[in-house]
Structures are given as C-alpha cells and as structure tokens.
C-alpha cells in the first residue's frame, strides 16, 4: 500500500512493522514528528512516551532491548549529545532484542543549534548507522536496522536530516511483522552489563569490534550500498552518501553528462565503512567525487582506502576545498563537484548578490501575540532598574525553547544560549567571576526538568547568589506543544501524574522562592527587583499556560481595547512589547482581535490610560 | 489524468511566505491532489523556530520519481509568495518562463512598523520579478471575494487562483485539489470550496476579481 508520510512517521511506522512495543525520545526538531505520529496512532500493546530528556529515553528504550524487546529512541542531534554517556556504555554491552536510535541532524539550520553531524558519533561508539537517501528509504531501513540490531545484538543509528525528516512523500508500506512474542528476559550476565574492571571492558570492546564487523557483512548482504560501474573503466566515479544521492539524477542532466558513462556509489550505509564497494569503485575509475553534507567522514575514509589500493586520481570533494562542511546540499553541489570533478569552470552553488536588487525586510523572530514569556522579559527589564542597574551591566543568561526569544527586539533581554539547563550553570559562573552586579538565569519548564535541576542543586549546595527565573507555560512549546512532567494532568496521557514545580523547587532547599504571574507587570517587576538584593539562591517561578495552547481551547486572559481619545499614537506599548498583535492605525494604535489573547502587557505598558483591560477570572 | 503513454510532466512549486498566513496548507493540499492523481510528489516545508510571524518557504516537486526535495536556483516553474518582502527570497527560484503569484500582503516587522527599518516597495518587488523573465501576476489582498458576508481565506483563493491560471493546469485537475479541500475541511467544504472555485470563474463573471496584472 502506497501512504503520503513525512520522513518522521516512516520512521515509527518502520519501527512499529518492524516489532517495536517501546519507543521513546525528546521533543527536538527536526525529530520531533516520529514520536508524535505514533501518539496520534496510540497502537494497543506499544508503550510510547516523551521522556524527561534524551538520556532518559534511551536507558528506557536500552532497558526494554535488554529485556529482549524492540525499541526505538528518537531525538534531535543536540539530544544526542545528552544522551551519549549512555549511549557508549550500551552499545559496549550491546543489545538482547533490538534497539535503533533515531536521531535528525540539520544541515543548513532550519531550526537552531549546532550544525553538527551525527555520523561521528557513529565512529565514536562503533555503532552502524543507516543514512536513507529518501522518505521511502527512510522506511525501509528503520526496518532493516532494527533486523541488523536483532541479528548482531548492537544498537544501531537511522540518522535523517532535516530534509528527509520534514518532506512528505509516498511511501510503500510493507506487511507488518509481530512484535516478539517470548515473555520479558532477566538475563543476569555481569560480564555483559556492568563495567566493572578490566577484564571486563577490554573484552566487551573486542566484542564491540567484532558486532560492527559482523553488521557490516549485515548491511553487504542486504545491500545496502548500491554500486553501478560504468561500461568503460577510467571515467568518473561518484559517491553519493545519504540524501545527497537524490540530486544525482538532476546533476547529471544540468551537467549535460550520459549517466551510462559514470559510475556511482550509493552510500545509504556509511558505518562500517563500505570498504569492499569503494575499493570496487577506485580500481575502475580514473577520478572521485564524493557527495555528502557536512563533515568529511567517507571522504577520509575514501582517501584511506584509495592509498591501500593505490589510487593515483584525484579526489574531488571537501578535502581538496571543492564543496562546503556548511549548509544543505542540493543540485548546485553535484553539478559543482562534477564540473571540477571534470576540470571544467564551476558554477557558484549560491545566488550571488545582485547590486541594485531590493533587499527583504529583517524578521527577527519574537514571542507570539499573548505569549506569557513576553510579561517576564519586560519584568526582567524593568526589575534590572528599578533596581539601580543598567541593562548591561547585569547579566541574563538564557536557556533552549521559546524562553531565548528574549534575545531579540524589543526586549533584548537574554545574552546566552549553550544547552538544555546550562543557563544555571553558566550563570554561577559569572558569580565565581567576580562579577559585580546581580546574575539573573532564565529558563523554562521542561528545560528544568530536562537538564536544569542539577545545576540548581549545585548552586544550593554552594550558596551561589543567584536569581533563576523559571518560565513556566506548562508545555514543551516550541517544539509544537508536546507533554512535559509540569503539563497538567487533564493533557497528560492516561494515568500520568504531574511534577508541580512549585513543590520541587523549596524540596531543593531553595530558601527565597517566589510565584508571579507574567501577566501582573507591576507585581513581576516588583518581586524581581526585591529578589536581585536578597542573599543566596533566588527563584522565581512566573507561571502562566502558553497563549497558543489556552487558545486551541478556547481560552482568552481578558480582553484589552484602545481608548482611540486618549490614544496620542506615541507608539510606547508597541515599543515596549513588540507585540504582533498592535499595529498603528490612523487615529490611535489598532489591536487586531484574531490574534489578541488578553493578556493586558500593552494596556500596563501604556502611560496615558489609552487602554483598557479587564482580566478574566 | 496524465496517460501512462506520455512521459511524465515535472513541475517545481517554491512557496513563500509567513507563518500564519495557511503557506504549508496550499503546499499540503497540492500534494494530497498529486497523490490521488498517481503523479510522484516530493513535499518540504521549512519554517524558522516561531510558531506564528518567522518567514517560512515550502518546496513542491511533481512529477519527479526519486529526485531531492530541494528546487535548484533558477528551477521553479512556479513561485508563490503570500508576502510583499518575503517574495524577494523567491525570485532567484524562479525559472524564466515560469509563472510568479504574489499575494500582496504586508506583514510589517515591528521595526518597519516603527520606521526604525526599511521594507521594499511593490512595485520594486514586480519589477525585480519581471527581471526574472516568469509571468508576473499580483493579487490584492483587499479585493478577496465575498461568501456569506465574510471574505473567504486567502490562502484557498490563492490555491485555486495557481491551478486555473498559471502552468500548474497542465499538472494538475482542478477536480482532485478540490476533493483535497473537501476532505481536509469536511465542515467548511463550501466556504473553502467557494474561495477554490472563484478564480477559475470568468473574469467579467466575477466581479469580485482582484487580478491586476501589471503588465
């Protein structure tokens, strides 16, 4: 049967025909869409959930393979990151049942944080990873890792990028296979699952060693890597990895080449190392071009591999300057690597600049028409003041989600962003620096519960004067409005309960801990302003549901309108909140009511009583 | 239908525009209507971190088995800017002879709001499309037609407005996007098929007809 899917639901749906009963992950994108497809789906007898972070997840989804299910573990590249500490002490045991790792990288950006490739970790925890060029190939070869997984015992990679992930395309959808049926293993085998001496480690890494071996005649077997040799040897020979080998096609007719007289590699396949294919390819062509995004991971290989045979050509890709570790590739890398591939004049892979041309306004991106987290950053602000400080002369540090949105206009508000919980972290920091001015960190729900509360911990323990913001929407709301522990119970799946915040943080020994409303300004600013001058760790909890997700339900916060007499168009409250929702009108600022929530921040931002709010109860 | 006779017909569709303003829905429906005609489709929206405001671009590839979901420059038979600024991030998309729709909607930034930034004027924005050598049509966003009293969503009249007019017919039947709007809104299949149906309409039989081609 033939379905429309995005690259994410090929991969749950490749994992649910492929047998798995437990899938678990992080809201990240260009990942989140797996997890949330199979939510949607609720299929009887599989456990899905989002886990408090990555690490989590895969120790879940570890223990359920150890247990000898199928399970699948999904997140963004930064998630994987969280979750490698693990990731390494599992696949050095490896697996009973089967476990894939799904993880999305972003080449070219779309969404945020470092543009890094995944397929080192890969190399790094000797784990096979699968790298499909397509939504169908995406598919299928979650299917295929999780049989590798099975048959070798070691956890294996799908790695999408984002324009696999995101695409929506046909996919033909296979006959499902059952889930293993045997009841759950307690298989006790210190030697595989502890760490715990020499002997025992030094043995798991040759068994490490020796499973990716056995995955690689695996991966041969089902052929994976597709290699075509042109008729005649000493031309061209092309190594397409992942989904760079979707734009050959385009290439060659931009190139003007016959693709009977090239030869091509498709890597689909990239760890272990398809040695045997390349060597293949580099005794029957004269030059090598090698396509993939981001790092040089087969092209070091390639080069390796040419010396061992004796390769005298050229290779043609990152090494020799040709193409760029930056960005997404598409028809305009091809074409450049085979022209230079060629000895022919390459063409520029970008538009250039033309001189006269009208150039697009700057949309820096802010916080949505009645967002809560807009309240805090005015409050901040304001607070910073009040206090007698000016606004660079404190520092704010800032954390993952919509909470970093205060970097932009008009608040300016947040000066950093590492990783999930590292605004507490780095923020102490600061204090330890000497610095003389109050040290705010700001943070939201779910990135305290993710990597935030053992920083906190840290800064009770060692008394660091410090005020945390915590910027509490009760959802994981950048992402697209996915559960997390502090989400009300009434949206959490059945039989969830809720981690109230509010009773986590005094549990922490926090002593000056306080609640606000992000839609009070005055009382916000005020409560801030007081905890900059207290001793010891501060917290200040400013709590209010996302505007986007009250709204879905039909909630507003009050309503606001403008007095058009007392208006004097002096512009403040736009200044002020920035928010979408205001506009200027021709006798007095306009509110357009489809996208007002309430929330009141422009009518307390207004000096001349020109707007009126009435909050609901 | 196309014949299983003919080779099959490509078409690149790039659409811009602003998160919020239903870009991804023309895009979705366009595919869902290529799917249920047999035509290989290929659908890649991308949109910034914002949930609402951040510019946001979708690439549409009919007809094409197997090919990547990025349109190369100077690719795209079809350009569909929903936003006067963001149309500018289009044009190098567009193929000479291909057809460019824009929706002429200003989405002001605060800064431009303020005057504290510039923004391009429309009639700078036809113009560098025209240097483009594509068809070159403008909507106006204040001349939308009327259903039961309320303007219908630009988004559908601009759907129906690209597969009447523009070299998107030869791919696609009108009947298919339409049972793709129907099955996406079972409950507003009338406003929505009504704003679908609009331009497909005579131009002296529609006298709400907002088409004022430059040219």
């Not at chain 1, 945020?112 to 190939?137: I, K, N, T, W």
């Amino acid at each position: 049967m033939r379905k429309l899917m995005t690259g994410n639901e090929a991969v749950a749906l490749g994992a649910l025909h492929a047998g798995a009963t437990v899938v678990t992950g992080y809201p990240g994108t260009p990942s989140t869409g797996a997890i949330e497809s199979l939510l949607a789906l609720d299929p009887p007898g599989v456990h899905v959930e989002w886990s408090t972070n990555e690490k989590v997840a895969l120790e879940i989804a570890a223990g359920a393979a150890w247990a000898g299910r199928l399970a699948l573990c999904t997140m963004k590249m930064s998630g994987l990151n969280v979750a490698y500490d693990s990731l390494i002490s599992i696949a050095y045991s490896g697996v009973i049942g089967g476990l894939v790792v799904y993880v999305a990288d972003d080449p070219g950006v779309s969404a945020g944080m470092c543009e890094q490739d995944s397929r080192g970790f890969a190399l790094m925890s000797d784990m096979p990873l699968l790298d499909p060029a397509s939504v169908a190939e995406a598919y299928g070869l979650t299917r295929r890792a999780f049989e590798i997984s099975w048959q070798v015992g070691t956890p294996v990679f799908v790695r999408l990028v984002t324009a696999v992930a995101h695409t929506i395309a046909p996919v033909e959808v296979e006959e499902p296979l059952p889930a293993p049926a045997q009841e759950p293993l307690l298989l006790r085998d210190i030697a595989r699952f502890t760490k715990a001496g020499a002997a025992i480690c030094t043995r798991q890494h040759r068994d490490l060693i020796a499973r990716l071996e056995r995955a690689g005649q695996v991966i041969a077997g089902m052929g994976l890597n597709r290699l075509e040799l042109s008729p005649q040897p000493g031309g061209l020979g092309i190594i397409a990895c992942g989904v760079t080998a979707s734009y050959l096609q385009e290439g060659f007719v931009a190139a003007g080449l016959d693709p009977d007289l090239l030869s091509v590699l498709r890597v689909s396949a990239p760890h272990p190392f398809p040695a045997q294919p390349v060597r293949d390819l580099l005794r029957h062509c004269g030059t090598i071009l090698v396509l993939e995004e981001l790092e040089p991971y087969v092209e070091r290989e390639v080069i390796i591999e040419a010396r061992r045979v004796g390769f005298a050509g050229r290779i043609v890709g990152k090494m020799d300057g040709t193409l760029d570790r930056v960005g997404e590739y598409g028809v305009a890398q091809v074409t450049r690597g085979i022209a230079v591939a060629l000895g022919h004049e390459p063409q520029p892979v970008i538009a250039l600049p033309q001189p006269d041309a009208p150039q697009p306004a700057a949309r820096p991106i802010t916080v949505c028409a009645g967002c809560p987290h807009r309240g805090t950053f005015i409050a901040i602000n304001q607070a910073i003041r009040k206090a007698g400080y000016k606004k660079d002369q404190v520092m704010v540090t800032g954390d993952i989600g919509c909470t970093i949105l205060g970097m932009n206009p008009p608040f300016h508000t947040v000066w950093s962003e590492v990783s999930m919980g590292a605004s507490i972290g780095l923020a102490q920091g600061y204090v330890h620096a000497g610095t003389p001015t109050p040290v705010i960190a700001t943070i939201g729900d779910s990135t305290l519960f993710h990597a935030g509360i053992p920083a906190l911990v840290n800064a009770v323990q060692h008394q660091v004067p410090l005020t945390v913001v915590v910027m509490d929407n009760g959802w994981t709301s950048m992402t697209g409005m996915q559960v997390n522990p502090g989400t009300d119970e009434a949206f959490q799946p059945p039989g969830s309960r809720r981690v109230d915040i509010a009773r986590l943080i005094p549990a922490l020994g926090v002593e000056h801990f306080f609640i606000v409303d992000p839609f009070h300004l005055d009382e916000m600013t005020e409560v801030i302003s007081r905890a900059l001058a207290l001793p010891g760790v501060k917290v200040v909890l400013a709590r209010q549901e996302c505007a986007i997700q009250a709204q879905r339900r039909g909630r507003r916060a009050g309503r606001t309108r403008v007095l058009e007499e007392k208006c004097t168009l002096c512009k403040r409250c736009i200044l002020v909140t920035g928010c979408p929702a205001l506009s200027i009108g021709e006798r007095s600022v306009v509110i357009d009511p489809a996208l007002c929530y309430g929330c009141g921040l422009c009518a307390q931002s207004c000096k001349l009583g020109a707007m009126e709010w009435e909050e609901n109860a | 239908m196309t014949t299983s006779q003919e080779p099959q017909a490509t078409f690149d569709v790039l659409l811009v525009g602003v998160g919020g303003q239903g870009v991804l829905t023309i895009g979705e429906l366009l595919t869902e209507a290529a799917f249920r005609q047999g035509i290989p489709v290929s659908f890649y929206p991308s949109k910034g971190m914002a949930q609402r405001g951040g510019f946001v671009k979708a690439q549409l590839r009919l007809g094409r088995e197997g090919s990547g979901p990025n349109i190369p420059l100077q690719g795209a038979d079809l350009v569909i800017a929903t936003e006067v600024s963001e149309a500018l991030k289009g044009l190098p998309f567009l193929r000479p002879g291909g057809d460019f729709v824009l929706f002429a909607y200003v989405w002001a930034p605060t800064e431009v709001m303020l005057g504290k930034a510039p923004y391009p004027a429309l009639e700078e924005v036809v113009e560098a499309a025209r240097r483009t050598g594509a068809n070159v049509h403008i909507i106006s966003p204040d001349s939308l037609p009327v259903h039961e009293g309320v303007p219908v969503p630009a988004n559908v009249y601009l759907l129906g407005f690209v597969v009447a007019r523009t070299g998107l017919s030869r791919v696609l039947e009108p009947e298919t996007v339409a049972q793709a709007i129907a099955a996406r809104w079972p409950k507003g299949a009338d406003r929505n098929l009504f704003a679908f149906q609009s331009p497909c309409l005579p131009l002296s039989a529609s006298p709400h007809h907002p088409v004022t081609d430059p040219s």
